[in-house]
């Protein structure tokens, strides 16, 4: 800036004025400056001068970086930000960092607002670590006062899951949880609530997040529970099962029909053609978005829980079971 006010012939403070937009300046002085700035490739400090505001314009987003629903949340929410004129800091919740690290980072970073993609940690701990930053939580329903929530109908997700499979005819159906944690909670019970619905007896499988653990849970199988059908708790453990299962000669759809939740990228690629139920992520995105804003922007202070409605996608891993498995 001084270079800039040194070949303007103007003081320092004249330069800042201008390349604030203030008022005060002449035209031509303006011209002048703005000149010699394009001329010396002179950029803003942009986060300096939203500091000296008070103001850092950032949202501050968890994610699982292996979870492909993630990234496509993540997307969608940089895009929905960045067109009200913010920025995006992600902060990873795998691997090296666990999740209170992610989101003490976030804080430490200064991010206005917080947007957490399934967080799995007790709700007084999340209550603790966020404290007087707006946060939003999408996924996963938690009752805190000052903390917003978006989240998919997972039981009615489970349910669609269900009701197609006991629509094709299928009268053994297992359910592979998604482990620990809120969500999983509620889209076990959901599940259990479907089969007595239809007059079925359940079969839960202990699964987890991971391919991996939805392969290892065809291990808790029993050999004579006769089950022609598995609805997992997301794509990944779903992923997992169809892999374990090709490999173990299994033929999916006729001997086994899998579905999944989240309809992930995968999911839609034709070579896993998975049926699963679709979260919305592209309205939680925006949603969320804007519910953070709310509180930057227009200082709303009461909170909201939003619950975005499901569909399943039906592709080609389910069908009728066969008539040797019925």
Same mark, same amino acid.
Do not use: W
């Given at each position: 800036?001084?270079?800039?006010?040194?070949?303007?012939?103007?003081?320092?403070?004249?330069?800042?004025?201008?390349?604030?937009?203030?008022?005060?300046?002449?035209?031509?002085?303006?011209?002048?400056?703005?000149?010699?700035?394009?001329?010396?490739?002179?950029?803003?400090? =942009?986060? /300096?001068? $939203?500091? *000296?505001? &008070? !103001?850092?314009?950032?949202?501050?987003?968890? @994610?699982?970086? +292996?979870?492909?629903?993630?990234?496509?949340?993540?997307?969608?929410?940089?895009?929905?930000?960045?067109?009200?004129?913010?920025?995006?800091?992600?902060?990873?919740?795998?691997?090296?960092?666990?999740?209170?690290?992610?989101?003490?980072?976030?804080?430490?970073?200064?991010?206005?607002?917080?947007?957490?993609?399934?967080?799995?940690?007790?709700?007084?701990?999340?209550?603790?670590?966020?404290?007087?930053?707006?946060?939003?939580?999408?996924?996963?329903?938690?009752?805190?006062?000052?903390?917003?929530?978006?989240?998919?109908?997972?039981?009615?997700?489970?349910?669609?899951?269900?009701?197609?499979?006991?629509?094709?005819?299928?009268?053994?159906?297992?359910?592979?949880?998604?482990?620990?944690?809120?969500?999983?909670?509620?889209? =076990?019970? /959901?599940? $259990?609530? *479907?089969? &007595? !619905?239809?007059?079925?007896?359940?079969?839960? @499988?202990?699964? +987890?997040?991971?391919?991996?653990?939805?392969?290892?849970?065809?291990?808790?199988?029993?050999?004579?529970?006769?089950?022609?059908?598995?609805?997992?708790?997301?794509?990944?453990?779903?992923?997992?099962?169809?892999?374990?299962?090709?490999?173990?000669?299994?033929?999916?759809?006729?001997?086994?029909?899998?579905?999944?939740?989240?309809?992930?990228?995968?999911?839609?690629?034709?070579?896993?053609?998975?049926?699963?139920?679709?979260?919305?992520?592209?309205?939680?995105?925006?949603?969320?978005?804007?519910?953070?804003?709310?509180?930057?922007?227009?200082?709303?202070?009461?909170?909201?829980?939003?619950?975005?409605?499901?569909?399943?996608?039906?592709?080609?891993?389910?069908?009728?079971?066969?008539?040797?498995?019925?």
């Amino acid at each position: 800036m001084q270079d800039v006010a040194d070949q303007a012939g103007v003081s320092k403070g004249l330069v800042s004025m201008v390349l604030s937009g203030s008022s005060g300046p002449s035209a031509a002085t303006r011209e002048r400056v703005l000149g010699v700035a394009a001329r010396l490739g002179y950029r803003g400090d =942009r986060t /300096a001068a $939203l500091l *000296a505001r &008070r !103001r850092t314009r950032t949202l501050g987003v968890t @994610l699982i970086p +292996g979870n492909l629903y993630h990234g496509e949340l993540a997307e969608e929410i940089h895009s929905a930000a960045e067109a009200a004129g913010y920025e995006v800091v992600l902060s990873s919740t795998a691997g090296v960092q666990d999740e209170d690290h992610a989101i003490e980072t976030l804080v430490d970073s200064r991010c206005e607002a917080l947007l957490l993609l399934g967080p799995t940690l007790a709700a007084a701990r999340l209550a603790a670590l966020v404290e007087a930053v707006p946060t939003v939580v999408l996924g996963r329903p938690v009752d805190l006062p000052d903390v917003d929530v978006v989240r998919a109908d997972d039981v009615a997700g489970l349910a669609q899951a269900v009701d197609h499979l006991a629509g094709l005819g299928h009268r053994r159906i297992a359910h592979v949880d998604g482990g620990a944690g809120a969500i999983a909670d509620v889209r =076990r019970e /959901a599940y $259990l609530t *479907a089969m &007595r !619905r239809h007059g079925l007896d359940p079969l839960v @499988l202990p699964g +987890g997040l991971t391919e991996d653990e939805g392969a290892g849970a065809l291990d808790a199988l029993p050999g004579s529970a006769g089950v022609t059908a598995l609805v997992a708790f997301n794509d990944r453990t779903a992923i997992g099962l169809l892999d374990r299962l090709e490999r173990s000669g299994v033929d999916v759809p006729r001997a086994m029909s899998v579905t999944g939740f989240d309809d992930s990228p995968l999911a839609r690629h034709s070579r896993i053609d998975l049926t699963s139920v679709a979260q919305g992520y592209l309205e939680q995105a925006r949603v969320a978005v804007r519910l953070a804003l709310e509180r930057l922007e227009d200082g709303r202070t009461e909170r909201h829980e939003i619950v975005v409605p499901t569909r399943l996608q039906v592709r080609g891993s389910t069908s009728p079971p066969s008539r040797a498995a019925q």
